[in-house]
Each structure stands twice: as structure tokens, then as C-alpha cells.
Antibody, heavy 122, light 112 residues
Framework: EVQLVQSGAEMKKPGESLKISCKGS????????IGWVRQMPGKGLEWMGI????????KYSPSLQGQVTISADKSTTTAYLQWSSLRASDTAMYYC???????????????WGRGTLVTVSS | QSVLTQPPSVSAAPGQKVTISCSGS????????VSWYQQLPGTAPKLLIY???KRPSGIPDRFSGSKSGTSATLGITGLQTGDEADYYC?????????????FGGGTKLTVL
């Protein structure tokens, strides 16, 4: 059974760093993309980026490039999303999802994690 | 403002049919497959339709998808109160060298 298990909710202060995780199981972790999707309170889905664990190829949303870092560890079948300096506007639910690969990117996202709620407040 | 345009809301009575549109351009819908996602209140999104019109295992045939040119449509027949959710279209966009994924702004379905 394919599963994506995300780390627990986080409460942070502005300026702090954070790394959240998404552990994949039940499939070949290296041969599917892992994507990260942000959902701010009361808003829609916003794609942040994807990583292909097999070769660590990473693509970022043009609007979010430089604000976050996506990484993956094949040995632990875990993908990560990290911030070096959080802002209040980073408050959101963050989902990871498995992406079906095509030549240049992703066909679609078939399995989703339950989400990690990140709250940034002073 | 999303690259893919969806109506903010649609509504219909139980048992009726509803369609949700998703409009894009040649760099995204026009040259790539479209998928649709259902997000029930308080839950993670779920894949509903992929490759424009295919349904994953377990998705009832009340849900259908189609694509024409730079637009796609999600259809839901025999509406049930349990279908009340937000629906998002998504596809790959190749307008930049690296490419990127795009979601529509989402459509809230109300079953009256």
C-alpha cells in the first residue's frame, strides 16, 4: 500500500528555521516525483515544487523560488521541505504528494499525505 | 491569480448534473494532460481524474473528465450531498525551461 506520512504540526516564530518531512512507503521511492503543495488558510492549492529522489532533480514554482528548499533522502525514503527564515505569511497547511513522472515533469499526483500545519506567529 | 481559470463556485440539487470548467493556454492544458482533484472539507486533496478523462480505481463513473483545446471540464452526475467539496484542475506548464505544475483556483461545489 502506497503511503505518504508527514511530520506533525509545527508552531514557530518569525525568523526561525524549519524542516518538515514526508516519508514514502509501499513503492519504489526513487522512481516517482514527490511534490509539495501549500494551502494557506481558506485559500486554494498552490504548487511549490517537486523532487525526483532518484537523481535529486528539483523544480520550483517560479513564484516561490529561493524561499524554500526541497530535498530527499533515498536511504530513508523521506522528502523534506525547509525554510531558513520563516515569515508569518508561511502559515499554511503543507501537503506532499507522489507525482507520476513524464519526460519533463509530472503527469499528475496520485497519492497525497495528510498535511503538515505550520503556524508562524510571534 | 491562477494560471488555470475555474469558476469560484457551482451549485445544483441532489441527483442533478454539474460541470466545472478549467481554462488555460497552449503552454499548459493545450499540450499536456489534465487531472482533477477533490478536496472534502478538512481533508487532503484526492485524485479524481487523470490523463484528461481516466478515473483511478474506486472513483465512481458519476465523475467524468474531458479536454478540448486549451480547456478541460469535470462533470459530476447524480449529485450527492457527499460531493460537496472543492475541486481543482491541474496540469504541467512548459512555458519556462524547467517547467512547472499549475493548479486552477478551485471551485466550491454546493449541493443544495
Amino acid at each position: 500500500e502506497v503511503q505518504l506520512v508527514q511530520s506533525g504540526a509545527e508552531m514557530k516564530k518569525p525568523g526561525e528555521s524549519l524542516k518538515i518531512s514526508c516519508k514514502g512507503s509501499g513503492y519504489s521511492f526513487s522512481t516517482y516525483w514527490i511534490g509539495w503543495v501549500r494551502q494557506m488558510p481558506g485559500k486554494g492549492l498552490e504548487w511549490m515544487g517537486i523532487i525526483y529522489p532518484g537523481d535529486s532533480d528539483t523544480k520550483y514554482s517560479p513564484s516561490l523560488q529561493g524561499q524554500v528548499t526541497i530535498s530527499a533522502d533515498k536511504s530513508t525514503t523521506t522528502a523534506y521541505l525547509q525554510w531558513s527564515s520563516l515569515r508569518a505569511s508561511d502559515t499554511a497547511m503543507y501537503y506532499c504528494a507522489r507525482g507520476i513522472p513524464m519526460i519533463r515533469g509530472v503527469f499528475y499526483f496520485d497519492y497525497w499525505g495528510r498535511g503538515t500545519l505550520v503556524t508562524v506567529s510571534s | 491569480q491562477s494560471v488555470l481559470t475555474q469558476p469560484p463556485s457551482v451549485s445544483a440539487a441532489p441527483g442533478q448534473k454539474v460541470t466545472i470548467s478549467c481554462s488555460g493556454s497552449s503552454s499548459n492544458i493545450g499540450n499536456n494532460y489534465v487531472s482533477w482533484y477533490q478536496q472534502l472539507p478538512g481533508t487532503a486533496p484526492k485524485l479524481l481524474i487523470y490523463d484528461n478523462h481516466k478515473r483511478p480505481s474506486g472513483i465512481p463513473d458519476r465523475f467524468s473528465g474531458s479536454k478540448s483545446g486549451t480547456s478541460a471540464t469535470l462533470g459530476i452526475t447524480g449529485l450527492q450531498t457527499g460531493d460537496e467539496a472543492d475541486y481543482y484542475c491541474g496540469t504541467w506548464d512548459g512555458s519556462l525551461s524547467a517547467g512547472f505544475w499549475v493548479f486552477g483556483g478551485g471551485t466550491k461545489l454546493t449541493v443544495l
